[in-house]
């Protein structure tokens, strides 16, 4: 009996030697888990502040300002105008391409400097457009893309009210023209305001 009872013991001090070591190993992995949960978020916040590095110059300059981008004169202009937040909202390239007309003569009676854009055919453009206005037809608008400027805010306009001057819009726009609107109501919203026009050749495309 006794004989027994030493071997069972015998047997005991294995397993509880094994047990022990399983939890040391255990305690072991979770110190280790730990550790490495730390290194990830210290990875993480290094990531992070190397993005921020990487969108901003050590001045907080952006990249395209660091790169020397040239700056949005129109939209410049527009902000020193002072003029009211609903024209400026209709103006800012961020908004719809149509602008309402009233819009368009508040900016231009604030001195923003405009460039109007007849997209009318030639023999419509010569009957009356806005003075100073340039003829770009709206079926060669890229055959006079590299003849406008810009760095100022450019404003087209037709008599349908607006569909032919939309296309000259939108050529602009895919060629890159930062500040391009067009007279939701067309010439004639413009003459209804008290608008003036003229008659002739004037500036052609």
């Known amino acids: 009996m006794m004989n027994k009872r030493k071997m069972a013991a015998a047997r005991a001090v294995p397993v509880a030697a094994a047990l ?3 939890a040391a190993m255990l305690a072991a992995c979770t110190a280790q888990g730990d550790g490495s949960e730390t290194g990830a978020d210290g990875g993480a916040a290094a990531l992070a502040g190397e993005g921020v590095a990487a969108g901003s110059t050590q001045d907080g300059a952006s990249p395209s300002e660091a790169a020397g981008a040239e ?3 129109a939209g410049g202009a527009l902000g020193a105008a002072g003029l009211s937040a609903e024209a400026l909202e209709a103006l800012s390239p961020d908004s719809d391409l149509l602008v309402p007309v009233k819009y368009v003569m508040e900016a231009r009676d604030a001195g923003v400097d ?8 030639e023999l419509d453009y010569e009957f009356g457009h806005i003075p100073g206005a340039i003829n770009v037809p709206y079926f060669a608008a890229d055959e006079h893309l590299s003849e406008l400027p810009r760095d100022r805010l450019i404003v087209a306009y037709c008599e349908c009210p607006h569909a032919e001057a939309v296309q000259v ?5 895919a060629d890159g023209f930062p500040q391009v609107k067009v007279i939701d109501e067309g010439l004639f919203g413009w003459t209804e305001l008290g ?6 050749s004037g500036d052609t495309g």
């Open 71 to 73: 700056p949005d004169a």
């Open 195 to 200: 608008g003036e026009t003229v008659a002739g």
């Open 20 to 22: 022990v070591f399983a």
């Open 114 to 121: 405009i460039v109007f854009v007849d997209a009318r055919p």
């Open 169 to 173: 819009a939108d050529a602009l726009v």
